[in-house]
């Protein structure tokens, strides 16, 4: 998670942020449909779009494109069937990784994530090989120039679960029931919130010191990510900053 995280910050350093904002503001308006279409579209009664809703609005989504999603998720405009899927694999250096997708072509995009991975040194695996080792979590990142004290008080006081350090950051964990209620309570306290969202974060942490790797590892990450099917990215490396910066 940590490794991801880094990856992510350093990706926008290296001026890739509008094209990120305009692929995310897709896929979250996908996400947004569909859980639009499996349980309403009243946020108070449906807990999957209030999330989602709330997401596509901590990544400054207009709320125009917010209605048109859940419009079309509830049938008042033409929207795609689009069905949930997760596969499993492994990167180079035993890295493992579980991605999530909505798709209305399973055959494409099943050939899109394996020759994402075969063509970095990578293998589809079977499923379950990888994802009992993943769990749901609320992860919010925190400035690290925060004081400890502070981070912790309006993390715990919102029913955060524990802070840790995490490179130049604190990690506030949460259930992913309360991980916007945390964010509003570190930010009332007048902290800068890096991120927040409900992710899967794995029970074992691979460090990966092979440069070679670590460039295979982020070559599958970034195509996978590019790809519009694709919603989420799950994966246990961790890379030190510096490698990132010279193998991204």
Not at 3 to 11: C, L, P, V, Y
Not at 142 to 150: F, I, L, Q, Y
Request: net charge negative.
């Amino acid at each position: 998670m940590s490794g991801h995280s880094k990856w992510a910050t350093i990706k926008h350093k290296k001026g890739a942020a509008d094209k990120a904002r305009g692929k995310l503001f897709a896929k979250l308006a996908r996400q947004i449909e569909v859980a639009a279409r499996q349980g309403g579209g009243d946020i108070e009664s449906n807990a999957s779009l209030r999330t989602m809703v709330l997401k596509a609005k901590a990544a400054q989504m207009t709320k125009d494109a917010i209605d048109r999603a859940v419009k079309r998720g509830i049938g008042e405009n033409d929207g795609a069937n689009y069905e949930s899927i997760t596969y499993e694999g492994y990167a180079p250096g035993g890295v493992a990784m579980l991605i999530d997708v909505l798709t209305d072509n399973r055959n494409r995009t099943a050939s899109d994530v394996r020759s994402a991975f075969t063509k970095f040194g990578g293998a589809m695996a079977e499923p379950g090989a990888v994802g009992w080792q993943f769990s749901r979590r609320g992860v919010i990142l925190v400035d690290g120039a925060a004081d400890e004290d502070t981070v912790m008080t309006a993390a715990l006081e919102a029913g955060a679960e524990d802070v840790e350090r995490d490179g130049g950051s604190w990690k506030v964990l949460a259930d992913p029931s309360c991980v916007w209620d945390v964010k509003d309570s570190l930010e009332t306290a007048g902290l800068a919130v890096q991120s927040a969202e409900s992710t899967m974060v794995s029970s074992t942490v691979i460090e990966v010191t092979d440069r070679e790797d670590a460039r295979q590892i982020l070559r599958i990450m970034d195509t996978l990510e590019d790809n519009d099917d694709v919603q989420d990215v799950y994966a246990n490396f961790d890379i030190a900053e510096s490698i990132m910066e010279e193998v991204s």
